[in-house]
Structures are given as C-alpha cells and as structure tokens.
C-alpha cells in the first residue's frame, strides 16, 4: 500500500474517532472512545507532518484531507491541554508558611489512594508504599478479604481510624485514616454491590471537612453494557458536594478520563477543581502497557484546597498506579481560585444523567 494512501485510510479513522464522543449514547462502544485523546493527537500530528514533508499540496482532496486532519489534531489538543505543564492550574501551589493562618504540617492533609487489582497477589509492593508514602489517608480499591487481611496484618497502629468493605466482585473498598473519621457511612447510591465511601474528617488544626471515596463501574461489555450506572454515581456526588457546607475532597478509581464530557461535568456541576490540570496527565491506568495508557484514578478538592505535592505511586504489581496527593488547607484563600457556578442547563443534565438509574430522591 502507498503511503499516501495509508494516512488517508488513517486520517479516516483518526476523523471517525474523533467524532463519534459527540454521539449522546451512553453504550460502552461510544464512551470508550473519550479515552485515547492523548494518543490520537500524537498520532494526528504525526499524519500532518510526514504529509508535508513527504508529498506536494497540490490537488483539492490534498487540502480537504489536511483540513480535516487539522481539525482533528486542534480538537485533540483543545482536549487535553489543561493537563499539560503548559496550562494554568486550577488548584495553586500551597502558600508559604508565614503566608497562611496555620502552619504547612496542622492545616494539611496527604492522600494515597490504589486500585490494587484484586487478582494481584504481591500484596508486599503495596505495604511497602504504605510505609514509605506515611499518607494520612489510605484509599484502597478492588480489594477482597485476602487484600483486607493483607493491609491490616502489616498495617501500622496509628492508621487509628477504618472502614472497611471487602467484596468479591472487584469493588471492595477500603478506608484507612489517622485523622479522625466522623459519622462515616457506606452508600450504595446506584447499585447494592457496588459501594462507596462517605466521611468527614478531622485534620490536625480542628477543621473538618468531608470526603467521598467512589469506584463507579467501568462502560465495558464485561461489566457494564453502558456508561449510565457510571455517570449517575459520579451526578449524585456532584450534587452532594454542591451542596456541602464542608470543604469537599472526592477521590477514587472514576473508571472514566479527566477531559470526557462526563467528568467535566461532575467537576462543574460539583464545583470542585482539578488538581491534574497545568500539572500533568498522571496517566494512572493501564500500568502494564505503555502505550495505552490514561487518567482513571482521580481527586477533586473544593477551592479551600491547595497542591504542595502531587505524584504517581510506585509500581504495586496492580493494572493501575497508585497516586499521592499531598495537600494544604487554606480556606482564607479560596475566591483566588473559585469554580464558576454551574448553568442552568449543566444541572439540569446533571440531573437527567443522576436520574438514569433513580435509586434515591435528588434536589437539585
């Protein structure tokens, strides 16, 4: 095959793909394609410049194939670049010291958080993160009996504060805190084998806040035929943090990326912010290929929040990277980075998307 004929059978492709997110159909064949922007922007730019460099511009179906791959390759970039290093941040860097009501150390909190894979057996790549990471919070996804046993038999004494939920069915959940866990309750706000986690929590310096841990199920045939159950958990903790009285932290395995239609809207319509974005992809999943490679594994925060540190874990043997998350309360300084209220027509989305799988009253 020519090679000119290739990159227009590719540019077909990259075009199709590029498209078919725009379907409002919520099957798992669709939503998958919200994935892979990264990798079809590589592959997009790639296409433009072997065609410039290798063949004259010359003929009309020469200009439409290079619009249309230039259009694709600038819809691929608007999608991903508040992740790149290049954009600004949502969340700011943590304040100095002095410049804060109560010192880097009272008034912050650090998170880790991993889907351990529950077929994973080397339970010891895990302990030793634990013991190197010293987070105040442990999240821990996919986790069986065998996991729970695993964590807690080496898990340290001041990890004080526990809720624990393991499963067989690959969403277990685990909940490990040195800070104070108040009223800390189990919802199973979609479907009854599938949990998560709410609490607030104390940190050192008195505040409390609240916290949600969720691990929605995947749009994939061998879980779920379609993105609804997904996106109506993700809804209903949105409307929960908007309507929170507390500083809000929601973290767990989304099982969807950051820039898909879906988690953009739960970060507006929850009026919470992105740590990811200016920083990084900190692509989480799949850990075992290079290539294929997304953020799945995420954490939002309110604007009383700010970043000292954010990293990917180290290798655990599981599908997905782990991630820590060292944070700074500062709720002096929160207009300085206050999300724009959601539309009308966001919450009324919202709100349809919530009601798909309708288990409990909403009030929008």
Not at 6 to 27: E, N, Q, R, S, Y
Not at 164 to 172: C, H, I, K, M
Not at 310 to 324: K, V
């Amino acid at each position: 095959m020519k090679l000119k004929n290739f990159l227009h059978i590719f540019g077909g492709i990259a075009i199709t793909l590029t498209l078919i997110p725009f379907i409002a159909m919520d099957f798992w064949w669709i939503r998958m394609f919200d994935f892979p922007h990264i990798q079809l922007t590589i592959l997009t730019f790639t296409a433009l410049v072997v065609y410039f460099m290798r063949f004259d511009i010359k003929r009309k179906e020469d200009y439409v194939f290079v619009a249309l791959i230039l259009g694709c390759f600038i819809f691929q970039v608007a999608k991903i670049y508040p992740y790149t290093p290049m954009a600004p941040f949502a969340v700011n860097k943590a304040s100095s010291p002095e410049d804060i009501k109560n010192p880097i150390g009272e008034s912050d909190i650090k998170l880790y958080t991993a889907n351990v894979f529950q077929d994973n057996k080397e339970s010891k790549h895990l302990i030793a993160e634990i013991e190197k990471r010293d987070a105040d919070v442990l999240l821990f996804v996919e986790t069986n009996q065998r996991w729970r046993d695993d964590i807690v038999k080496d898990l340290p004494s001041h990890y004080q504060y526990r809720v624990e939920v393991p499963l067989d069915n690959t969403y277990g959940m685990l909940l490990y805190s040195k800070l104070k866990l108040v009223d800390p309750t189990v919802q199973y706000l979609v479907d009854d084998s599938i949990p998560s986690i709410h609490s607030k929590l104390i940190l050192r310096n008195g505040d409390t806040i609240q916290m949600y841990n969720i691990h929605p199920t995947p749009p994939m045939p061998q879980h779920n035929p379609s993105s609804s159950d997904r996106d109506a958990e993700m809804m209903k903790i949105a409307n929960l943090s908007r309507q929170s009285e507390l500083p809000v932290i929601v973290l767990g395995d989304f099982n969807d990326v950051a820039w898909s239609a879906t988690t953009s809207l739960f970060e507006t319509v929850g009026e919470l912010l992105d740590v990811r974005k200016g920083r990084g992809f900190y692509n989480t999943f799949n850990a075992k290929s290079f290539i294929f490679r997304w953020p799945l594994d995420h954490i939002f925060i309110s604007s009383e929040f700010r970043v000292i540190e954010l990293e990917l874990g180290e290798d655990i043997n599981s599908d997905h990277f782990p991630t820590y998350t060292h944070l700074s309360f500062e709720p002096n300084l929160k207009e300085e980075q206050a999300p724009t209220p959601p539309t009308a027509d966001e919450l009324k989305r919202a709100k349809e998307q919530a009601e798909g799988v309708q288990k409990v009253e909403l009030d929008f």
